[in-house]
């Protein structure tokens, strides 16, 4: 349960014989500093040409999309569109509007399946090495956006995605919060079964950012340790 109240009647809420655990609220926010060339993603495809993301539906919670940029297409088919669903609702970091006035979540679609459609006719690129190439990690697979992380409940997040075909999802967002604490368990729960009323276990494939808190250079080295936020430090994740 999350209780709001003042300070002078969390010792009564402590106290109290049905209470086992408190726990302060974790803010989420966005994270995902770094893109699709430091995961080399460019160079997995060329390794395995035919794990392109075809037939494949992944989820992304964000910040939104924007679902008209042409990355998000098929080049094959004129005015075609791969983002196959998309749900927002508004919260204490989403406008609840059709959108990414953020532009975080449309950056992170990409990494993941944007087809880098313009890549070999963008001018100078500060810190990218040409040849350019923009194309997410799975170039074809569909899109499924829900916006955004604190509009909806864990399971909500999971549902919305799974009972539309995706079974892998991103989270680039999380709680600068080191610990493991009930929102990293909440995660570690629906890996194990994204779907309990259907019998046996749905299992799902999450994945969440590390955090912005690590500190180190720009190449992943030098960071600190135990510096991993919630949900990130869950165990199944």
Same mark, same amino acid.
């Given at each position: 349960?999350?209780?709001?109240?003042?300070?002078?009647?969390?010792?009564?809420?402590?106290?109290?014989?049905?209470?086992?655990?408190?726990?302060?609220?974790?803010?989420?926010?966005?994270?995902?500093?770094?893109?699709?060339?430091?995961?080399?993603?460019?160079?997995?495809?060329?390794?395995?040409?035919?794990?392109?993301?075809?037939?494949?539906?992944?989820? $992304?919670?964000?910040?939104?999309?924007?679902?008209?940029?042409?990355? #998000?297409?098929? !080049? +094959? /088919? @004129? &005015? =075609?569109?791969?983002?196959?669903?998309?749900?927002?609702?508004?919260?204490?970091?989403?406008?609840?509007?059709?959108?990414?006035?953020?532009?975080?979540?449309?950056? $992170?679609?990409?990494?993941?399946?944007?087809?880098?459609?313009?890549? #070999?006719?963008? !001018? +100078? /690129? @500060? &810190? =990218?090495?040409?040849?350019?190439?923009?194309?997410?990690?799975?170039?074809?697979?569909?899109?499924?956006?829900?916006?955004?992380?604190?509009?909806?409940?864990?399971?909500?997040?999971?549902?919305?995605?799974?009972?539309?075909?995706?079974?892998?999802?991103?989270? +680039?967002?999380?709680? =600068?919060?080191?610990?493991?604490?009930?929102?990293?368990?909440?995660?570690?729960?629906?890996?194990?079964?994204?779907?309990?009323?259907?019998?046996?276990?749905?299992?799902?494939?999450?994945?969440?950012?590390?955090?912005?808190?690590?500190?180190?250079?720009?190449?992943?080295?030098?960071?600190?340790?135990?510096?991993?936020?919630?949900?990130?430090?869950?165990?199944?994740?």
């Amino acid at each position: 349960y999350k209780v709001n109240c003042s300070p002078d009647k969390l010792q009564d809420i402590v106290l109290a014989d049905a209470v086992q655990w408190v726990e302060t609220i974790q803010k989420r926010k966005v994270m995902n500093d770094l893109g699709t060339r430091k995961i080399k993603s460019y160079y997995a495809r060329v390794a395995h040409p035919g794990l392109d993301g075809s037939g494949v539906i992944v989820g $992304v919670v964000d910040t939104g999309v924007d679902a008209k940029h042409p990355d #998000f297409s098929d !080049p +094959s /088919i @004129p &005015g =075609s569109n791969r983002v196959v669903y998309y749900e927002y609702a508004p919260s204490v970091t989403s406008d609840g509007l059709e959108g990414d006035g953020n532009m975080h979540g449309t950056h $992170v679609s990409g990494s993941v399946l944007g087809n880098g459609l313009y890549s #070999f006719n963008a !001018p +100078s /690129i @500060p &810190g =990218s090495g040409q040849p350019y190439n923009f194309a997410g990690s799975a170039p074809n697979a569909k899109l499924i956006m829900i916006e955004d992380f604190n509009s909806f409940t864990d399971a909500d997040l999971v549902q919305k995605i799974y009972s539309r075909g995706g079974r892998l999802c991103n989270n +680039s967002w999380g709680a =600068s919060w080191p610990w493991y604490d009930t929102m990293s368990a909440s995660w570690d729960g629906l890996v194990r079964d994204a779907d309990p009323v259907t019998p046996g276990n749905q299992q799902y494939i999450l994945f969440f950012a590390a955090g912005n808190d690590g500190g180190g250079n720009t190449d992943g080295s030098g960071g600190f340790a135990g510096s991993v936020g919630m949900p990130g430090n869950a165990k199944n994740v």
